[in-house]
């Protein structure tokens, strides 16, 4: 798949079958880990609906309604499945140690085996066609959605390898720690992917609250601002950035000399083209706005904006 939208749809499609495959097999194994399973993958399916549409929003410029375009709606997608997929994950963790307490409970273990097959190998196959997919075409959806299956994958292997041990149990008359396996198990799972569904949201509520970009975009970004402006007597460059989900916006300001010699306002617009040439070389989905001023005044509304450029005379 080579563009963003099949790579959603299949997701949209196999957390719909990985989900109902996982509530069918727990009403016949009385699990909880494949119940939890399943509902991880139903709640994702119904989330991944809206990420479709969210894609297609994402991709168009900025309008009347949305002046700032609609990169904001994939950190709100993202937060949502953040939130979302930890709030079933804390209410599992306190199921299966009520269950625990109470004595665990007893499972099927041959169609337990059987899903844990199915969905290992179902999951792995997704996270690796999103994968080969993101070479073509990548996004913090995209991205989102292959940690999610990446996480499933290796979920699934595990409960797998757990369920082997219960008929190894039984072969060794250990029959007494099989009732808790199942509770044992998904307090591991919670625990082991707790931090994915923290990480995604917390990322996504950093967008939304117009936090600046990571340190690794950030670097490169004002290295080529002030390689780009090199050969200007700039008195002092402020740059402020803002990456809601695959937006990068750049608000430059640059303070030049009172006697700066201006031939006309498209000498000012041919500076602006450099500057937004020299951003998108390093982050293509970006909006680059520049503003010249000599009074340093209107360069710096905040005191703790990183300066780009060192002064020159």
């Given amino acids: 798949m080579k563009s963003e939208r099949g790579a959603l749809i299949l997701s949209v499609v196999m957390s719909l079958v990985v989900g109902a495959a996982a509530v069918t097999a727990a009403s016949l194994t009385q699990s909880k880990a494949i119940l939890l399973d399943g509902l991880f993958n139903l709640i994702y399916f119904l989330v991944a609906l809206v990420t479709v549409r969210i894609s297609v929003l994402a991709a168009q410029p900025d309008d009347r309604k949305f002046p700032f375009g609609y990169g904001y709606f994939e950190s709100l997608v993202n937060a949502g499945k953040g939130l979302l997929i930890l709030g079933v994950a804390l209410f599992a963790l306190v199921d299966a140690v009520l269950a625990l307490l109470a004595g665990g409970r007893e499972i099927v273990a041959g169609p337990a085996i059987g899903y844990a097959v199915f969905a290992t190998l179902a999951c792995s196959l997704t996270a690796w066609a999103l994968h080969r997919s993101r070479r073509h075409v990548d ?47 998904v307090i591991a799972v919670v625990l082991f992917c707790l931090s994915v569904p923290i990480r995604m949201a917390k990322g996504a509520i950093m967008e939304l609250l117009n936090r600046a970009p990571p340190r690794e975009l950030r670097r490169p970004v004002l290295a080529a601002i002030d390689a780009a402006l090199a050969d200007l007597p700039v008195r002092q ?35 602006r083209e450099r500057l937004t040439s020299a951003v998108s070389a390093v ?3 970006q909006v680059t706005d520049t503003l010249f001023t000599a009074d340093a005044k209107w360069a710096e509304p905040c005191e703790a904006m990183p300066v780009v450029s060192t002064p020159r005379r």
Avoid at 146 to 162: C, H, K, M, P, R
Avoid at 244 to 269: C, E, K, N, S
């Fill in 237 to 271: 460059c402020q740059v402020r950035m803002v990456r809601p989900g695959r937006q990068l916006y750049v608000m430059i300001h640059v303070v030049l000399p009172a006697d700066f010699p201006l031939t006309g306002l498209p000498q000012l617009d041919t500076l």
């Fill in 139 to 185: 996004s913090p959806l995209m991205r989102a959605d292959f940690e999610n299956w990446l996480v499933n994958a290796l979920i699934s292997s595990g409960v797998l390898l757990t369920f082997c041990m219960i008929p190894v149990a039984r072969f060794f008359d250990r029959d007494d720690i099989v009732p808790y396996v199942d509770s044992v198990l």
């Fill in 283 to 285: 982050y293509p989905h």
